[in-house]
């Protein structure tokens, strides 16, 4: 009988229990896109709240990467030694950090250097612009130079960003992914740029550092990745060495494609389980696999996670709003977190849970 306690070793990295904070965007850099030092604090809290281990908010692996101005830069010279200031920090509290490296793509609004943004294919009228062989081999390194530098930091491993729609989720996705070379087509050349980024990041940081993935396990939208496609995609990469998949969803291109939707009871609960669960049994023993999105309340976490042979789960919007939530539960305060699922927490003004009634 698996419990939410249980001491495990979660794709590569020893924890004090099962629960993962999901990566959740802080804009906590400065302008210069640098740790401000509110992220300092909210991480102490996070881990002293008792969480097993922290997935960073997306952090920008080069000078067109980011979405906004307030994302923190990996490739800007004072990154490791933050990092390495917040993971020991983090580890003081007997948590866990994981970096989730990212590129934004066609979802950059304005680029670091002023240049169009970046797409998998172009979109001239949008003033995106298609990427090139060369752009797609200094992608690669660039994936490998953050993954490095987190290395280098100390950090307890990467989390490449494959879903929701930003760059490595548009590669795989027929909606966005028009290109007629070996990169675009059948899910075997869609694929080929996020086994190629995982590849250039195993050789920087060699065999034995955790490389994880977030994935959309499909797109839910007409016309995009399909589930089939994804756990095709989960078994390439589990077989050529990564540690751990995170299993989510959805390009948010409506409500119903949102990775963060409404939970209004607990059968809405852990709307990605189904996949989890079948990646999961795709992958077998050799990946670990951490199932997001909509887990609220403990006793339905500890029976999903006993039905199912995966062996994380990941929550984002109810540490938002109680940091210390793990503690809440561990000390027998088993009420259903607090969050009530607005999502009024991507508003502007920094996170933090904008609904009044928490
Ligand atoms: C404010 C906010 C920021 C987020 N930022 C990220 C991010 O940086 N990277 C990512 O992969 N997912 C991000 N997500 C998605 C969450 O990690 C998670 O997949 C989703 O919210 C579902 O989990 P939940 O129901 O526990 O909130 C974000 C979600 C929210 C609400």
Not at 53 to 81: E, H, Q, W
Not at 142 to 166: L, M, N, P, T
Not at 241 to 262: K, Y
Not at 295 to 324: D, H, M, V
Request: glycine share 12%; charged share 25%.
């Amino acid at each position: 009988m698996k419990t939410l306690f249980d001491e495990i070793n979660l794709g590569g990295i020893p924890m004090r229990n099962r629960l993962v904070r999901s990566a959740t965007f802080e804009s906590g850099g400065d302008t210069e896109g640098r740790y401000d030092r509110k992220m300092f604090d909210l991480y102490r809290e996070l881990a002293d709240g008792g969480v097993g281990l922290i997935i960073s908010g997306m952090v920008g692996i080069d000078r067109n990467s980011r979405i906004s101005p307030l994302m923190v830069k990996a490739y800007d010279d004072t990154f490791v030694g933050q990092l390495r200031e917040l993971t020991e920090l983090v580890h003081g509290c007997g948590s866990r950090l994981v970096i989730q490296i990212a590129h934004c793509g066609a979802k950059v609004p304005k680029t670091d250097l002023g240049e169009p943004p970046l797409g998998i294919s172009g979109l001239p009228g949008e003033g995106i612009r298609e990427m090139s062989k060369e752009d797609i081999s200094r992608l690669t390194d660039s994936f490998a130079d953050a993954a490095a530098r987190c290395k280098e930091a100390g950090a307890d491993g990467v989390q490449i960003h494959a879903a929701h729609g930003y760059l490595l989720s548009q590669v795989l996705s027929p909606i966005f992914n028009k290109r007629a070379d070996e990169y675009g087509g059948p899910v075997e050349n869609r694929a080929r740029l996020i086994f190629d980024v995982y590849k250039s990041i195993r050789r920087a940081v060699g065999d034995s550092y955790p490389v994880w993935i977030k994935i959309n396990s499909s797109d839910l939208a007409d016309g995009g990745l399909t589930f089939d496609e994804s756990r095709w995609v989960c078994e390439q990469l589990s077989k050529t060495g990564i540690d751990a998949i995170e299993v989510s969803g959805g390009i948010a291109a409506s409500r119903e494609s949102s990775p963060a939707r409404r939970v209004n009871d607990s059968q809405q609960e852990g709307y990605f389980y189904k996949e989890a669960v079948l990646i999961a049994e795709s992958v077998g023993a050799d990946t670990d696999v951490i199932s997001v999105g909509g887990y609220r309340t403990p006793e339905l976490l500890e029976q999903k996670l006993n039905e199912g042979n995966f062996k994380g789960l990941s929550l984002c919007r109810p540490f938002i709003a109680e940091p210390g939530l793990v503690n809440r539960w561990r000390s027998g305060k088993t009420e259903r977190a607090k969050c009530v699922s607005c999502s009024k927490c991507f508003a502007p003004g920094g996170l933090s849970c904008k609904q009044k009634a928490v």
